[in-house]
Every structure is written in C-alpha cells, then in structure tokens.
C-alpha cells in the first residue's frame, strides 16, 4: 500500500493542478443553492480528501428483502459481522504458508462501519444486479471457450500461471475499488477532488488512478479511442456534478467488484452524480446502462465522508518485481510437485 505521498507525487499533483488554472475559465452558470460550501469561481466545493468505506453489501441480502432501511442496531451487526469474518480469514491461513495482510493492514476493513441502507444498490427496487442479456450470456460463454482472455476482472487469475491471465488490478492496470465507478474495496478507499475552473479532477489513492474531467462542452472522444477509464465530461446541474463517461475499453467488464466482472465495457455508459450535502459529507450516485450487457440500467448510491487523513502513494508491484517473484514461486512449486 506504500508510503505516504513522496516529494515527487506532490509535485506532480501541484503540476496537474497548476496546469489546470491555465485553462479558460469557464463562466458561472445560475445562481445556485448557497447552502453548500462554493469556490470562489462559483461552483459547489467538492475538493478535499473523502473516505467511502463501508461493509454496507453491494446488493441486498435476502434476509433484507423489501427493505431499503435498517435500524442503527441492524446497520451496526452487519459492520460487526463484517469485521469478524475479515478477522476470521486472516486466521485460516494454513499453516506454513505466508498468510495475507492482517487487520494492522486491512486498515478499512478493521473500521467497522456500515449504513443504514440494506445495500449500495438502490435501483431496481429489489437491490439486485439485473439479469445479463442473451447476448452478454452467450459471449460470456464464447469468452471462456476462446481461453478467456482479455481476463476483465479486477482481482482474478490470482492463482494464474502467467500474467496476462492475472486481473487487471493484479497488473496494475486500473484499481479493484477505483472503478469508474467507485466501490468500496479491501483498503485504500480514499479520493481527493481538485477543481479549478473548468475542470475537476478525482486522484484516487488505490493505484493513484487520476481522472481529468473537463466541464465545458467539448464532445467526447471518437468512438474508435477506447480508454481504461473512458472518456469523462461534466457539467452543474444545480449543485451536482454530472459526470458522463463513454469509450470504455472492452479489457474491462461492464461492470466489476473486486472479484467478479460482468460483460464488456465496450458500449457502456456512466452516470455519475456527486452533490455536496454539508461540510463532511458528499452524496456519491453512479447509474450503469449497458444494454449489451443488462437487461436494465442500476444505480447505486452511497455517502462519501471528509477524511483529515494524508493519501498514501500506491506503489503496486514496484516496476512489476512483484509479478515476477510470484511467477518464479509459482515456476518453483510446479518443480517440486513434479516425479
């Protein structure tokens, strides 16, 4: 998880941000809801460090059914619950093996921590991701009859005998909670929000991903220039920033966790939404349409929360040495298994 942001990361941020300022400025739109904190340009203030861990699930549990609100007591076991089945894996390691981070690492998920709403899904009603297309279901089987690849998860193939078939977070490709978009993840579920005017700017702490988001009305990219991270534009609708994103690459499902990935991103489109509801706390909304891939668009929603804690510089594999080391043991336990 690295250490905290080195000399060098900060000048590249200060660089970012200094280059930002030299871009036009885009002129104030109407008079909006002064309530929110506001920049001195007169856009609603996003900017600042915010934090959105939770064991709130992605989808609702059955034992929730019908219901999108918990009492505090019930939001309260499910992060108790939560906390003890992270301590409980970091105990099975076997023995002999080298084990896994424990809690002293897993830093988020040592907070136990979870809202009020049964899940982070909270369209369709049922809190479920909708049912996979036809035709997302028999590409997926085509996908895996061909020798799955590209590998569109983000954690998977950790077992895997080479790299390509490793995830895409594995390979330090795109980051397993960054998305677009943002999920809670292992660790690391922080993002600081720079604007200037004109643009506004997401640096994520996981694989430090950095998304550029222009807020004027610039077009979005050819169709044929497909990106990790897409293709963003923004604009105000009030005090929400509206984030579209387009021209995903097809190396990414069309929507990931950590250890599931469904459909290609080829044809997916984005909604993000981020309003700021008071001085600690930032209203997170994303809704996924790929009628590729779902039978229905889902959105999902969750609150990010101001943080006074530093980003860490995320160093993944350090030149990729990691990837080599683990491929070497892999290489040496296959040599001891053999007659």
Not at 158 to 179: K, N, W
Not at 244 to 254: D, I, L, V, W
Request: aromatic share 8%; hydrophobic share 35%.
């Amino acid at each position: 998880m690295g250490s905290t942001m080195t000399a060098m990361s900060r000048y590249l941020v200060a660089t970012l941000a200094g280059l930002l300022c030299l871009a036009p400025t885009v002129a104030p739109g109407q008079p909006r809801n002064q309530t929110a904190p506001h920049t001195a340009w007169g856009d609603p203030d996003l900017r600042g460090i915010w934090d959105y861990w939770t064991f709130t699930p992605l989808e609702r549990p059955d034992e929730f059914d019908g219901r999108e609100r918990l009492t505090d007591e019930e939001a309260a076991t499910v992060a108790t619950e939560g906390n003890a089945a992270a301590l409980a894996r970091d105990e099975a390691a076997p023995p002999g093996s080298v084990g896994a981070y424990g809690q002293a690492v897993w830093t988020d998920r040592a907070r136990a921590t979870a809202l009020t709403q049964s899940s982070l899904l909270v369209a369709p009603p049922d809190g479920k991701i909708p049912a996979l297309t036809p035709e997302a279901t028999a590409a997926t089987e085509a996908h895996d009859r061909a020798g799955a690849l590209p590998v569109r998860g983000r954690a998977n193939g950790i077992s895997a005998d080479g790299p390509d078939f490793r995830g895409v977070s594995e390979r330090c490709l795109v980051g397993f909670s960054t998305g677009p978009p943002m999920l809670p993840g292992g660790y690391n579920n922080n993002v600081q929000i720079f604007q200037v005017p004109g643009y506004v700017v997401l640096l994520h702490e996981m694989v430090h991903d950095v998304r550029v988001i222009p807020l004027d009305d610039r077009p979005q990219l050819p169709s044929m220039i497909q990106q990790w991270l897409g293709s963003s534009r923004g604009h105000w609708e009030g005090d929400t920033l509206v984030i579209e994103t387009t021209n995903f690459t097809s190396k990414t499902g069309a929507f990931s966790t950590t250890f599931m990935s469904w459909g290609s991103a080829e044809n997916l489109r984005l909604i993000e939404r981020l309003t700021r509801v008071n001085a600690e706390t930032v209203d997170y909304e994303f809704t996924v349409n790929a009628p590729s891939t779902f039978t229905r668009p889902f959105t999902g929603r969750f609150p990010l929360n101001r943080t006074d804690a530093p980003l860490y510089e995320y160093a993944c594999h350090e030149g990729n040495h990691g990837m080599v080391n683990m491929l070497t043991g892999g290489r040496s336990e296959d040599r001891a298994d053999l007659p």
